[in-house]
């Protein structure tokens, strides 16, 4: 499987760094580039002269329950998700590409009664809201909750179509920030955004250069089933949940010289990778269920996933874990095997990594993995022949 961008995104790569992630820009999302095609498009469909179809959206009650369903945003854990990875937009990325804003609008506003299908974040929100409804039972007063906003370069237009798409699928998404072709950092950091996913690569970089965890996705041919009571996030350790200060030790002095490194190190932290955070916000999260007595059947479960060794690398890692006071329910250190078999094994709703290869071999097993473009890999791209201690 090539998770390219020209073969994926069917967009651009930034041509003053050629080994960056790619780069798209949308106005239905976040990108320029639509999702890869799965069958030729309808010109005819282009005629943009039929009325729009009155297709049921199941609105269901909006019952609050202790009088909370709002939270602040200092409060909750605030995911912001971009609509072209929580919604499959293609055909009409192909309408804006071929006929313009204008013509892509009119389309939009003519099919708003048609929901958007699920795209690869869905599943993960769908987690999200799960966990919700069991923390609402324990806390019914408690504004400390998931709150996902949805972020779309959409004109306001659109939200028509994105609202009866949320209710068809029966989402409980209230918040939205349509920029209409603006950049949504600003946004982001006025939501306390803990989490940020799109597929717009560059947004992603941006957001991350602003300290807010964030992540590319990408819609893999292949989905795994996944659980509908358990939220489960996998991590990578370098780069991800800690920085890259060891991985650049390895590309400058090998795999001898990286575990020397960790040996003579042991007992110094590493620094905080771009992701740290949002597994501090999962634990907090996580600790209120247990405080319930539910820590053994606990919906949220985290994975620490490293191609690091046990023995010559791996205590650094959870030294440095256990010193933030953070924690992950498994850690799995594969000593340089690949990880898709072993996220095919957990099936977690999504998978974080700093490397393109780690997120291809992921995505061939079904897992929808997430790109996080940060640190000295994005300069020195993963070589499959390379067994690395990452």
């Known amino acids: 499987m090539n998770l390219d961008p020209v073969q994926v995104m069917k967009g ?3 041509p003053k760094d050629p080994t960056a992630a790619p780069v798209t820009a949308s106005s239905n999302g976040d990108g320029k580039g639509g999702w890869v095609e799965k069958e030729e498009f309808d010109q005819d469909h282009l005629g943009l002269t039929t009325k729009p179809l009155l297709v049921s959206c199941h609105r269901r009650a909006r019952k609050v329950e202790g009088g909370i369903f709002f939270p602040k945003p200092e409060n909750a854990v605030t995911i912001a998700v971009s609509s072209r990875v929580l919604f499959r937009t293609e ?9 313009g804003v204008e013509e892509y609008l009119r389309y939009q506003v003519e099919h708003e009664n048609e929901p958007f299908a699920p795209g690869p974040a869905f599943s993960f929100v769908k987690a999200l809201e799960a966990v919700n409804a069991r923390l609402r039972e324990l806390y019914p007063e408690s504004e400390e909750l998931f709150d996902i906003v949805l972020v779309t370069y959409n004109h306001a237009h659109v939200g028509v179509r994105l609202i009866n798409t ?11 920030c349509m920029t209409g072709g603006s950049s949504p950092i600003g946004y ?3 939501w306390q955004t803990n989490l940020y996913l799109s597929a717009d690569a560059e947004k992603v970089r941006e957001a991350l250069s602003e300290g807010i965890a964030a992540a590319t996705m990408f819609m893999s041919n292949k989905l795994t089933e996944v659980s509908q009571t358990q939220l489960r996030v996998a991590f990578d350790g370098d780069a991800v949940l800690f920085s890259d200060e060891s991985e650049r030790i390895f590309k400058a002095q090998g795999l001898d010289g990286f575990f020397q490194h960790e040996r003579d190190n042991e007992d110094i932290l590493l620094d905080r990778g771009p992701l740290k955070d949002f597994l501090a916000s999962l634990g907090k999260l996580q600790k209120k269920f247990y405080a319930k007595g539910h820590r053994l059947d606990c919906p949220i479960r985290t ?4 191609a690091r060794s046990a023995a010559s690398s791996g205590i650094r890692a959870l030294k440095t874990l256990r010193a933030w006071g953070l924690e992950t329910d498994e850690a799995l250190f594969l000593a340089g095997a690949p990880k898709g078999p072993m996220l095919e094994k957990i099936r977690p709703h999504i998978y974080f990594d700093d490397q393109m290869f780690h997120v291809e071999g992921a995505a061939e097993m079904g897992t929808v993995a ?10 020195h791209p993963h070589k499959k022949s390379l067994n690395t201690g990452k």
């Open 12 to 14: 651009q790569s930034n």
């Open 91 to 99: 055909t009409e990325q192909k309408v804006y590409e071929q006929k």
């Open 166 to 176: 949320i209710n068809h699928h029966n989402l409980f998404i209230e918040r939205f």
């Open 188 to 190: 982001l950091k006025a």
């Open 303 to 306: 994975y620490l996933v490293t």
């Open 370 to 379: 997430a790109h996080v473009p940060y640190g000295i890999a994005q300069k």
